[in-house]
Each structure stands twice: as structure tokens, then as C-alpha cells.
Nanobody, 116 residues
Framework: QVRLVESGGGLVQPGGSLRLSCTAS????????MGWYRQAPGKEREFVAA????????YYADSVKGRFTISRDNAKNMVYLQMNSLKPEDTAVYYC?????????WGQGTQVTVSS
């Protein structure tokens, strides 16, 4: 059974930074391209960033390019999202999952709120 657990969210002022973490268990995630997604209130879940199994390629939504950095540690089954220069429009619940076809099972997500 797949289990994804996200952490690291919180309240931050505009321009601030956060680092999200995702731990995966139940499958050999080191072979998957992993992604971060987010869902803002009243909006559909959207893609944020992805990283190939080797870490050699990364992909970003235009809205976060240059501000967010995705990384992974396969030995620990961990995926990270470093978020800098945060904006109020980055406020959302952030989730990790396989990219581009996520598993049906999602974690609880971690709330990121950007507000002064």
C-alpha cells in the first residue's frame, strides 16, 4: 500500500521561504518521477514541480519557475521542495505524488499560507 506523508508547511510572510518534505513508503519510489502538486481553496489541484528518478531532470510550473527547487534523496525515499520568494498566491495545500500520473492514494498534504 502506498503511503505519502508531507510536512514542512506553515505561515510565512511574502518573500519568505519554506522547505517541504515528502516521505514515501510502500513502493520503490526511487524508480518513479516524483512531483509536487498544490490545491488552493476553491481551485483544482495543480502541478508545481517534478523530478526524474535520477534527479537529472526537473520540471516546474511557470508560476514557480526560478523560485522553487525540487530535489530528492532516494536512499531515504524523500522528496523536497525548497520554496523561496513566496507570494500570497502560493497559499495552498501541497501534496507529493508520482508524476505525471499520480497514484489514487494521496497524503494529507501540508498547508502553506503566505500572508503578512
Amino acid at each position: 500500500q502506498v503511503r505519502l506523508v508531507e510536512s514542512g508547511g506553515g505561515l510565512v510572510q511574502p518573500g519568505g521561504s519554506l522547505r517541504l518534505s515528502c516521505t514515501a513508503s510502500g513502493r520503490t519510489f526511487s524508480t518513479y518521477t516524483m512531483g509536487w502538486y498544490r490545491q488552493a481553496p476553491g481551485k483544482e489541484r495543480e502541478f508545481v514541480a517534478a523530478i526524474t528518478w535520477s534527479g537529472s531532470r526537473t520540471y516546474y510550473a511557470d508560476s514557480v519557475k526560478g523560485r522553487f527547487t525540487i530535489s530528492r534523496d532516494n536512499a531515504k525515499n524523500m522528496v523536497y521542495l525548497q520554496m523561496n520568494s513566496l507570494k500570497p498566491e502560493d497559499t495552498a495545500v501541497y501534496y507529493c505524488n508520482v508524476y505525471p500520473s499520480p497514484f489514487d492514494s494521496w497524503g494529507q498534504g501540508t498547508q502553506v499560507t503566505v500572508s503578512s
